[in-house]
């Protein structure tokens, strides 16, 4: 039995966003997401939309009782753009959205939990997408930054963790390259223009919350950070994960940390005749604007292996340097596609983040653990759901996190994926992460036993194991 004690003052939560929680009360505008949806219902998992989501609207006061049940300190979600912002030109807020969102927040203050507030959650404006391409567009970058600069100046003082983005290279690959996110274009030039767009739009945010001098508030980003793991030690399949990594994880975090454009990275988007259109004047805004803090969603290693087959794509994506690989000694989650499960990238993560990084203060923005309604059963006699399952590998995972705080990480926190069962993109409700089930028939929130422990451990900032 090993017991494991986290840093005092550790934030402990979990992360859900806007979009895929709040249900479309009151909403001024269309996201992406309604507008694919209302176009394509076959695309999602059962046909279910963001439509039918949480409710959290409506339930958030009931909803923050909840968050206190388990042991919450703090909890992540996003403002939607296209809830916030009545007119994109003008800039006019919807006067529904600002109350909501300030009582949202002040609940969740009045009862001891921080809120961290990210801006972006992969949630486009329908109607900048169809009349502008969304970030393909300089124009939408400028958009970005004034709606952001509406919210630090509607909610600032009430937050003391901004995030300008989660995850910006996933709707870049979703919506350019594989096809999973609206406008679902396969266009390797116009993806690189979308990632670097998406930056600048997050450098320009950084730069304007810093000339505000919000007293006592931060800003940050929230990248996913998928190690690239090889076959073998060949120098072959070393290069391709260099590649991989290059292009999917120093691609984001050397601009957004380091504050550096990688040399490399410029070399190979050349090769490939991607290069994106830049300026001067913005290269000058991407390097110097600083975060203070990084959000870090891990879920699963990237397997890699140098290229076998020709590539045979007519359009540039990453994989022209590697070929994705599946590990026949890996330890895989049943209950989520066969997805790797594999700990001690958590570690492998930190010791990045340390030594290359500058050891920035960072938090685990996004660890979760996919089941299935089924595979998660029926409530017992208590009224709990049993995902023991959940538990043991959170426990693998934060043995890790702890292992690499003692290798002197700077890590300050973790959040869960999820709060409540929320509805996922186009896998809708197919896999459950939640510390409470959502009932969808019902609405009603039913407990899993996870949440009896978790809330033993950030209670007392310690698990044994
Ligand atoms: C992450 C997303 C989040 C959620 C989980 C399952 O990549 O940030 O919105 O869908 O995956």
Same mark, same amino acid.
């Given at each position: 039995?090993?017991?494991?004690?986290?840093?005092?003052?550790?934030?402990?939560?979990?992360?859900?966003?806007?979009?895929?929680?709040?249900?479309?009360?009151?909403?001024?505008?269309?996201?992406?997401?309604?507008l694919? %949806?209302?176009?394509?219902?076959?695309?999602?998992? +059962?046909?279910?939309?963001?439509?039918?989501?949480?409710?959290?609207?409506?339930?958030?006061?009931?909803?923050?009782?909840?968050?206190?049940?388990?042991?919450? =300190?703090?909890?992540?979600?996003?403002?939607?753009?296209?809830?916030?912002?009545?007119?994109?030109?003008?800039?006019?807020?919807?006067?529904?959205a600002?109350?909501?969102?300030?009582?949202?927040?002040?609940?969740?203050?009045?009862?001891?939990?921080?809120?961290?507030?990210?801006?972006?959650?992969? #949630?486009?404006?329908?109607?900048?997408?169809?009349?502008?391409?969304?970030?393909?567009?300089?124009?939408?970058?400028?958009?970005?930054?004034?709606?952001?600069v509406?919210?630090?100046?509607?909610?600032?003082?009430?937050?003391?963790?901004?995030?300008?983005?989660?995850?910006?290279?996933?709707?870049?690959?979703?919506?350019? &390259?594989?096809?999973? %996110?609206?406008?679902?274009? +396969? #266009?390797?030039?116009?993806?690189?223009?979308?990632?670097?767009?998406?930056?600048?739009?997050?450098?320009?945010?950084? %730069?304007?919350? =810093?000339?505000?001098?919000?007293?006592?508030?931060?800003?940050?980003?929230?990248?996913?950070? @998928?190690?690239?793991y090889?076959?073998?030690?060949?120098?072959?399949?070393?290069?391709?994960?260099?590649?991989?990594?290059?292009?999917?994880?120093?691609?984001?975090?050397?601009?957004?940390?380091?504050?550096?454009?990688?040399?490399?990275?410029?070399?190979?988007?050349?090769?490939?005749?991607? &290069?994106?259109? @830049?300026?001067? !004047?913005?290269?000058?805004a991407?390097?110097?604007?600083?975060?203070?803090?990084?959000?870090?969603?891990?879920?699963?290693?990237?397997?890699?292996?140098?290229?076998?087959?020709?590539? *045979?794509?007519?359009?540039?994506?990453?994989?022209?340097?590697?070929?994705?690989?599946?590990?026949?000694?890996?330890?895989?989650?049943?209950?989520?596609?066969?997805?790797?499960?594999?700990?001690?990238?958590?570690?492998?993560?930190?010791?990045?983040?340390?030594?290359n990084?500058?050891?920035?203060?960072?938090? &685990?923005?996004?660890?979760?653990?996919?089941?299935?309604?089924v595979?998660?059963?029926?409530?017992?006699?208590?009224?709990?759901? $049993? $995902?023991?399952?959940?538990?043991?590998?959170?426990?693998e995972?934060?043995?890790?996190?702890?292992?690499?705080?003692?290798?002197?990480?700077?890590?300050?926190?973790?959040?869960?994926? @999820?709060?409540? *069962?929320?509805?996922?993109?186009?896998?809708?409700?197919?896999?459950?992460?939640?510390?409470?089930?959502?009932d969808? !028939? @019902?609405?009603?929130?039913?407990? +899993?036993?996870?949440?009896?422990?978790? +809330?033993?451990?950030?209670?007392?900032?310690?698990?044994?194991?």
């Amino acid at each position: 039995m090993t017991t494991y004690t986290f840093p005092e003052n550790f934030l402990w939560g979990a992360a859900a966003s806007g979009i895929q929680t709040e249900g479309v009360t009151n909403k001024a505008n269309e996201s992406i997401w309604d507008l694919w %949806h209302r176009e394509s219902p076959e695309r999602f998992y +059962k046909g279910i939309g963001s439509q039918v989501v949480t409710d959290t609207y409506n339930r958030y006061k009931e909803d923050v009782q909840l968050m206190k049940q388990v042991g919450f =300190n703090s909890f992540r979600t996003s403002i939607q753009w296209s809830r916030l912002i009545k007119d994109f030109e003008t800039g006019e807020v919807c006067p529904d959205a600002v109350e909501f969102y300030n009582n949202y927040l002040d609940e969740m203050i009045a009862n001891g939990i921080e809120p961290m507030i990210n801006l972006y959650h992969f #949630d486009m404006p329908a109607q900048l997408q169809e009349k502008f391409g969304g970030f393909e567009s300089k124009k939408v970058v400028e958009l970005y930054v004034d709606y952001a600069v509406k919210a630090f100046k509607l909610f600032g003082r009430k937050v003391k963790y901004w995030i300008t983005f989660n995850e910006p290279i996933v709707p870049t690959e979703g919506g350019y &390259l594989y096809d999973f %996110h609206y406008p679902c274009k +396969k #266009d390797g030039k116009l993806a690189v223009q979308v990632a670097y767009n998406t930056i600048l739009a997050h450098a320009k945010a950084v %730069h304007a919350f =810093n000339q505000l001098s919000i007293e006592d508030s931060k800003i940050g980003v929230v990248l996913n950070l @998928t190690p690239s793991y090889t076959r073998n030690d060949s120098e072959e399949d070393k290069q391709a994960a260099w590649y991989a990594d290059l292009l999917f994880n120093r691609s984001f975090l050397d601009p957004m940390v380091k504050n550096e454009i990688p040399q490399e990275l410029c070399d190979v988007l050349k090769e490939q005749n991607v &290069l994106p259109e @830049t300026t001067a !004047e913005e290269i000058e805004a991407i390097t110097s604007a600083k975060i203070e803090f990084l959000g870090v969603n891990y879920y699963v290693p990237r397997r890699v292996k140098a290229r076998e087959a020709e590539y *045979d794509l007519d359009y540039f994506t990453p994989e022209v340097y590697f070929e994705n690989y599946v590990n026949p000694n890996g330890r895989f989650n049943p209950y989520r596609d066969n997805n790797e499960i594999l700990p001690t990238a958590v570690h492998d993560i930190a010791m990045n983040v340390k030594d290359n990084y500058g050891n920035v203060p960072w938090f &685990l923005a996004e660890i979760g653990i996919a089941m299935d309604e089924v595979s998660e059963g029926k409530p017992d006699e208590d009224g709990y759901i $049993d $995902d023991t399952f959940r538990t043991d590998l959170m426990k693998e995972h934060l043995a890790q996190l702890h292992r690499a705080i003692e290798d002197g990480a700077n890590c300050f926190g973790v959040h869960q994926w @999820t709060f409540i *069962d929320n509805w996922s993109w186009t896998n809708s409700f197919k896999r459950r992460y939640g510390f409470y089930r959502l009932d969808l !028939e @019902t609405g009603n929130r039913i407990p +899993k036993k996870h949440g009896i422990w978790f +809330k033993e451990l950030t209670a007392t900032g310690t698990f044994v194991d």
